[in-house]
C-alpha cells in the first residue's frame, strides 16, 4: 500500500487504541521511514497537534517529523524510522537497567525535554513507551499526541496550561498536579521524567497498586515506593517526584546530577537486590547495558483523558505536596468516583469475562456483527437483545439465553453482555460469593486477584478483576461488571494493555435499556 503516492508500507512495527505505526520505505528520497497512522475517528486535530508540537523541536534527542498525509477516514504521520526498542521493551524483555546506564538515557530525555520548553512545548506523556533506543545507543523522545503549545517564556519560566478540565497523560507517569488538574506546567514533564527514571532501575513505576484508582490516589497522598535497588540515580529521581511542582528539582539541577552519575567511572548498584529478593543477573541486548530480573506484575499503562467533576482540596485542605495533603476521605471518594467514570464509560459499564454464572456455552453459529460501518471500519450495531453498541469490523456473535458474546476471530478478545443480571442489593457480596464457588469448584485454575469493589458512582454496582490459566491457551485477564446487567471482558494476559482503548470504546457505545 502507497501513502500519498510517496510513501509504501512494509511492515506493521506497532499499535495501539488510536491508530497503528509503520516501517514504511520513501520512494521519492530513498529512505526508510516511520509512518503513523491515525485510525480512531476524531483524531485528526490530534494528529496535527502532534506533527506541529515535534516539528518546532530540531534536537538529536527528539524524533523528527517529516510529512503528515490526510485520506479519506485517515491521517498519517511521517517521521523518521529508528530501528531500535522502545525503553519499555527493553525493561520488560532484559530488567531493569544500571543506574549509570538510565542516568544517560536520563540525561538525554532531558536535553530533549529543555528543549521543547524552551520552544513552548510540554510533551505531558514522558513515560518508558514512548522512548525509543536506537540500534545505536541514541535516545528519542517520540509521540507528542498530548502535547501542548505555549508561549516559550510562559513555559520555560515555569508557567503553562491551568485548569481546563481535562486529565491528560498516563496513570502511572501522570504528575499530581495534573490530576488535580491544579496546573499542567513544565515540572509536570520533569515529574513524569522520575517516574520513568524509577521504572528504568526498579522495573516498575513508583506507585503500583492493583486498581487506577489507587494508583492515582497513591501519587497524590504516599511518597514512592522504597526502592529495591539502591544507587546514585535514586537521589536525582526522588527529587524530581516532589509531589509540590515548586519544590521539585529543577531541570538545571537535574541536568547536573544525571550527567555526573553518567560520566561515573564505575557503574551504579542496580544489580544489588533488597536482602531477601532473588535478583539474577541478565545481559542486556541494546546500547549494552547491564539489567537484572525481577518479578512483577506489569500495570496497565494507558492514556487517561476525561473531564471529571471538580477534584481539589478545600480552601481549609493541607498544602498539596506536603504532610496531610489529601487524605480527607471524602476528597478520595470524589477522586474514585471521576477515575471510574472514566474506567467504565459513559455507559457505566465496566468489563471482563468467565465465571460460574456465566452460560455453558454460546450457541454453536457465531454471525459477524452488522450494523452501519465507519470509516475506520467499526461497525454500529442493533443488537435483537435490546441494546446497542460498537463493535471493530469482523467480531462475530453467539448467544447462549440472556448473554450474547462477541469475539475477536483473530486475537481471543471478547466481549459480554448479558440483560438477565441477578438482582441483588448487595452485588460486591455476589462477587465475592461468586469468587468462592469458583475456587471451590476449581473452574478457574491459576486464579490471581487484582481487584474487587464495589463503583461509587451512579446507582452503584460492583465489579472483580482476576487472572487465570485455562487448561487449553494462553493466560488470560478477565473483568467483570455487575450493574442492572452484567458486562464482561476477557483477553489473553499478554495482550491486556493494548486492548484497553478498544475495550473503552466499546464501554463508551454500549447502550442497555
Known amino acids: 500500500m502507497e501513502i500519498a503516492e510517496r510513501y509504501r508500507l512494509i511492515a506493521l512495527i506497532g499499535s495501539g487504541g488510536m491508530g497503528r505505526v509503520w516501517r514504511a520505505h520513501d520512494e521519492l528520497l530513498d529512505r526508510d521511514v516511520a509512518v503513523k497512522e491515525i485510525t480512531s475517528p476524531g483524531e485528526q486535530e490530534r494528529t496535527v497537534r502532534e506533527a506541529r508540537a515535534a516539528a518546532r523541536l530540531d534536537h538529536p534527542n527528539v524524533v523528527r517529523i517529516y510529512d503528515v498525509v490526510s485520506t479519506p477516514g485517515r491521517s498519517w504521520i511521517v517521521m523518521e524510522y529508528v530501528a531500535g526498542r522502545s525503553l519499555h521493551e527493553a525493561v520488560r524483555e532484559d530488567g531493569p537497567m544500571e543506574h549509570r546506564d538510565a542516568a544517560r538515557i536520563g540525561a538525554s530525555l532531558l536535553a530533549a525535554l529543555r528543549t521543547a520548553h524552551a520552544a513552548g512545548v510540554l510533551h505531558r506523556d514522558v513515560k518508558p513507551h514512548n522512548v525509543l533506543i536506537g540500534a545505536d545507543g541514541r535516545v528519542v523522545l517520540t509521540d507528542f499526541g498530548l502535547a501542548a503549545i505555549w508561549d516559550a517564556g510562559d513555559v520555560a519560566g515555569g508557567a503553562g496550561e491551568k485548569s481546563t478540565g481535562l486529565l491528560v497523560g498516563s496513570p502511572n507517569f501522570v504528575a499530581p498536579e495534573r490530576i488535580r488538574r491544579d496546573f499542567n506546567g513544565a515540572a509536570g514533564d520533569l515529574w513524569s521524567l522520575g517516574a520513568t527514571l524509577y521504572a528504568t532501575v526498579e522495573g516498575r513505576p513508583p506507585f503500583v497498586r492493583p486498581t487506577l484508582t489507587a494508583t492515582l490516589a497513591a501519587a497524590l497522598t504516599e511518597d514512592p515506593d522504597a526502592p529495591q535497588r539502591p544507587g546514585p540515580l535514586h537521589a536525582a529521581i526522588g527529587g524530581l517526584l516532589v509531589r509540590d511542582p515548586e519544590r521539585r528539582l529543577s531541570s538545571d539541577d537535574a541536568k547536573t546530577m544525571l ?217 488470560l485477564h478477565t473483568r467483570r461488571v455487575l450493574l442492572s446487567y452484567l458486562a464482561d471482558w476477557t483477553t489473553p494476559e499478554r495482550d491486556w494493555v493494548d486492548g484497553v482503548a478498544v475495550q473503552q470504546r466499546i464501554l463508551a457505545g454500549l447502550s442497555v435499556p
Open 259 to 475: 550527567e555526573a552519575i553518567a560520566a561515573e567511572a564505575t557503574p551504579g548498584r542496580a544489580a544489588e537486590a533488597t536482602p531477601g529478593r532473588a535478583a539474577e543477573a541478565a545481559s542486556g541486548r541494546a546500547v549494552g547495558v547491564a539489567r537484572v530480573r525481577v518479578p512483577r506484575r506489569e500495570p496497565v499503562d494507558e492514556v487517561v483523558r476525561f473531564r471529571p467533576a471538580a477534584v481539589r482540596p478545600s480552601a481549609a485542605a493541607p498544602v498539596p505536596g506536603r504532610p496531610g495533603a489529601w487524605r480527607g476521605m471524602r476528597r478520595a471518594q470524589v477522586l474514585i468516583a471521576t477515575v471510574m467514570v472514566l474506567l467504565l464509560g459513559a455507559a457505566g459499564v465496566g468489563v471482563a469475562a468467565a465465571g460460574d454464572d456465566r452460560p455453558a456455552a454460546m450457541t454453536p453459529a457465531a454471525d459477524v456483527v452488522t450494523g452501519p460501518v465507519a470509516a475506520d471500519g467499526w461497525v454500529d450495531h442493533r443488537d435483537a437483545a435490546g441494546f446497542r453498541l460498537e463493535l471493530p469490523g469482523g467480531w462475530r456473535r453467539s448467544a447462549a439465553g440472556s448473554a450474547v458474546e462477541f469475539r475477536d476471530p483473530a486475537g481471543g478478545r471478547a466481549f459480554t453482555v448479558d440483560t438477565g443480571a441477578p438482582a441483588t442489593s448487595d452485588p460486591l457480596g455476589y462477587w465475592r460469593a461468586a469468587e468462592r464457588t469458583a475456587l471451590a469448584a476449581g473452574s478457574l485454575p491459576g486464579y490471581a486477584r487484582i481487584s474487587m469493589g464495589n463503583l461509587t458512582f451512579g446507582d452503584g454496582g460492583a465489579d472483580w478483576e482476576y487472572t487465570w490459566q485455562p487448561p487449553d491457551g494462553p493466560r
